[in-house]
């Protein structure tokens, strides 16, 4: 069992030509309401890219949704992809996640992100969850939900002996001792560079002094430029498929699902990061976040020409 702990979000998207400079208006199109939230794409990714593995893989999902229309929405979503969402809980009178996403004509983009009830998962809700923490092989968490209750997970994940992999993202300041209990620590470049202090494109500096705070194993992820990886056995770097980006949102959550997936089906590190990166190359010629997010039988083989087949 994989098990997720981290943010549900309702994603309000909404395309632009370009960014807006500071007092401009400008005329979008397109908007639509797509889930999201880093803690509900990435057990989507796990799910859907564990879809056909043998013996199955299950999901679930440690959360916090408020009592509104989005909730109920965010809710069955993941329940319509099996997702176990036993140990999401109602906080009442109080909003869901939002993110306010704008995406450009380039597919980049720019999030801002109200937590509502995201920002209530508390310690409490992690020892509520601990005995479907215990089924699991491997917990993931993100920086999305407040750190106190993110840190606590952790060490009880690494407690009972569970692979630990986290996501830091957004960027904070991460104690030596907190590092020390993740086995994989998986942030793109900018994060590495904030973590690390580094300066940013760096990524073997950032790799190397992440890796000096004890870190196991850390994976940056560098868009199109690809992977860069520094295991026990040292570095390695995975090229990126070229493809016709879209929408980026989601990109990193979509490879984590799929490093995840392939670790939980007891394939190997870099079997695993191949699995993330055909993932993650897919899924930016969709649009949206969870929308984005293959499932394993529709990704081409490795060795495709990833550009000729462009779903957008």
């Avoid at 990524?203 to 994976?219: T, Y």
């Amino acid at each position: 069992m994989i098990v997720v702990i981290g943010s549900i979000n309702m994603d309000l998207v909404l395309r632009v030509p370009r960014m807006p400079g500071a007092g401009e208006t400008l005329t979008g199109s397109a908007f639509r309401t797509i889930p999201g939230g880093k803690g509900a794409n990435q057990a989507v990714a796990c799910a859907r890219l564990s879809a056909g593995s043998f013996p199955a893989v299950k999901v679930a999902l440690v959360g916090c949704l408020g009592d509104d229309a989005f909730g109920d929405i965010l809710r069955a979503a993941l329940v319509a992809e099996n997702i176990d969402v036993s140990q999401i809980s109602t906080m009442p009178g109080v909003a869901s996640g939002i993110a306010s996403i704008l995406v450009d004509a380039d597919g980049q983009n720019s999030i801002v992100i109200a937590g509502g009830a995201n920002d209530l998962l508390a310690p409490s809700h992690i020892d509520a969850a601990r005995d479907l923490i215990a089924q699991a092989r491997i917990v993931v968490l993100q920086l999305e939900s407040p750190l106190a209750t993110v840190e606590y997970a952790i060490n009880v994940a690494h407690a009972l002996g569970k692979i630990v992999v986290l996501n830091p993202a957004p960027a904070a300041h991460l104690p030596a001792a907190l590092l020390a209990s993740v086995d994989y620590l998986i942030p793109n470049e900018i994060e590495a560079a904030m973590l690390a202090g580094t300066a940013l494109g760096d990524v073997v500096a950032a790799s190397a002094a992440l890796r000096a705070q004890a870190c196991r194993n850390v994976l940056v992820t560098r868009g199109a430029k690809g992977v860069h990886a520094s295991l026990a056995d040292g570095m390695h770097s995975f090229a990126a498929h070229s493809v016709i980006a879209v929408d980026t949102t989601a990109a990193g959550d979509t490879f984590i699902g799929g490093f995840v997936a392939a670790l939980a089906a007891s394939e190997s590190v870099e079997e695993g990061i191949v699995l993330g990166q055909r993932a993650a190359a897919w899924s930016v010629t969709r649009h949206g976040a969870q929308t984005s997010i293959p499932y394993r039988h529709e990704l081409p083989d490795a060795n495709a020409d990833f550009s000729r087949l462009s779903t957008h």
